[in-house]
């Protein structure tokens, strides 16, 4: 057993209100032509022009593809890499949510090593070139994924939901704004600040957290037991916005280097299957998972359960526990967070799927950094335990 661990950034991180505006200086430093990948809302809403006059205004050329989803898959990758190999793009700048962000990972990558993206599942091919520079703007409180060294992308020839990790996914810089997630509707801000929630509780409970997730992760934890719902109720509140995209900052760095557990285990072949967005997959599960693994995690729960309900924090751990189990799952009560049945999965076709998503989950590793290791079994009750869960 190792007695040390280590502990992943990118390289520059820039974070407050107006960060945007450096964008085109820290573009300058790393290359004269920018690959823009974004999404079609991004450039309804004027962010993919207001990069684009940075950019100019710093002398950059610039090219964009923005046909991102809410998934993003191996198409995106194939897509956007086209136009960066064509326009000869020396410097890829990601803006929006976790969808853009792991799309531009997988090109930054792709684009000086070659290959496909799921040629780099478990580390099958190793890197031979440094990846293209990513500067990661996020405009959603919650994925993180400008702090992480993962990406998530949906192999469509197998529907496996593919999470690829190497210290090359690292942005280069992070831009972190929070006036760019004003304009977040409450569905998003709900589903995202979710996600970052159970990012820090996961990376808290995980059997490879370390004293930098730890604390990283609690805070994040605080943050959004205080701000999601002010964020989620009252969009226009800057306060908020800055507080969450704090938090999810913090639990994005908590994660990446505590690894994810259970949750998101069985959260990805939701999302390959019937294309449910991450952070709702994740707030579907999250409860019931919490309860399945609360008793090899009393004590970390009954940290969590103290955060958000610190009037209560001179009762037992066990109390505590359950404390944090309901208050999270109150939380995704306020937030109108669905299950399975209610977003409209066919319970048939749940049926028929549950076996490969049970597969899934375990053959992506996550379950086993979970204090209590799932079995399949268990994992296929959790489903179907999920499927109309009462929050």
């Not at 009252?234 to 280097?257: I, P, V, W, Y």
Request: charged content about 20%; glycine content about 6%.
């Amino acid at each position: 057993m190792k007695n040390f661990s280590t502990f992943h950034l990118p390289q520059n991180v820039i974070y407050g209100r107006d960060a945007l505006t450096q964008l085109g200086c820290q573009t300058r430093k790393l290359g004269k032509k920018a690959l823009i990948i974004s999404d079609r809302i991004m450039e309804q809403i004027g962010n993919v022009l207001l990069c684009q006059q940075y950019l100019e205004e710093a002398g950059i050329v610039s090219a964009c593809y923005l046909d991102v989803n809410s998934e993003p898959n191996d198409f995106h990758v194939s897509e956007a890499l086209a136009i960066c190999l064509e326009h000869q793009c020396d410097v890829i700048i990601a803006v929006g949510g976790g969808s853009c962000i792991d799309t531009a990972k997988a090109v930054s990558v792709i684009a000086t090593n070659g290959g496909d993206i799921g040629d780099y599942m478990g580390g099958k091919t190793l890197l031979s070139a440094a990846p293209i520079p990513l500067i990661a703007i996020p405009t959603t409180a919650g994925t993180g994924s400008e702090m992480t060294d993962v990406t998530v992308i949906i192999n469509t020839r197998n529907d496996v939901k593919m999470m690829v990790k190497h210290a090359a996914f690292l942005p280069s810089v992070a831009i972190v704004d929070p006036t760019l997630t004003v304009s977040t509707p409450p569905s998003i801000t709900a589903a995202t600040g979710i996600d970052a929630l159970c990012h820090a509780i996961e990376a808290y409970i995980s059997r490879k957290a370390q004293p930098m997730t730890d604390n990283l992760a609690l805070s994040a934890i605080e943050l959004i037991s205080r701000n999601l719902l002010k964020a989620y109720m009252e969009g226009s509140d800057l306060q908020a916005r800055e507080k969450m995209t704090l938090a999810s900052m913090q639990a994005g760095a908590a994660f990446s280097n505590a690894s994810v557990t259970l949750v998101h285990g069985m959260s990805r072949p939701i999302g390959a299957i019937f294309h449910v967005p991450h952070g709702i997959s994740n707030a579907m599960l999250l409860p019931a998972v919490l309860a399945f693994s609360k008793e090899f995690a009393l004590e970390r729960l009954a940290v969590v359960g103290r955060l958000f309900c610190p009037e209560q924090s001179q009762m037992s751990d066990q109390v505590m526990a359950d404390v944090a189990v309901q208050a999270v799952k109150r939380l995704c009560k306020d937030l109108q967070i669905p299950n399975l049945e209610n977003w409209g999965i066919d319970k048939e076709i749940f049926q028929e799927s549950v076996y490969k998503m049970a597969a899934d989950a375990l053959a992506s590793g996550s379950p086993r950094n979970n204090p209590r290791i799932p079995s399949i079994e268990e994992i296929i009750d959790l489903y179907h335990i999920c499927y109309d869960y009462k929050f």
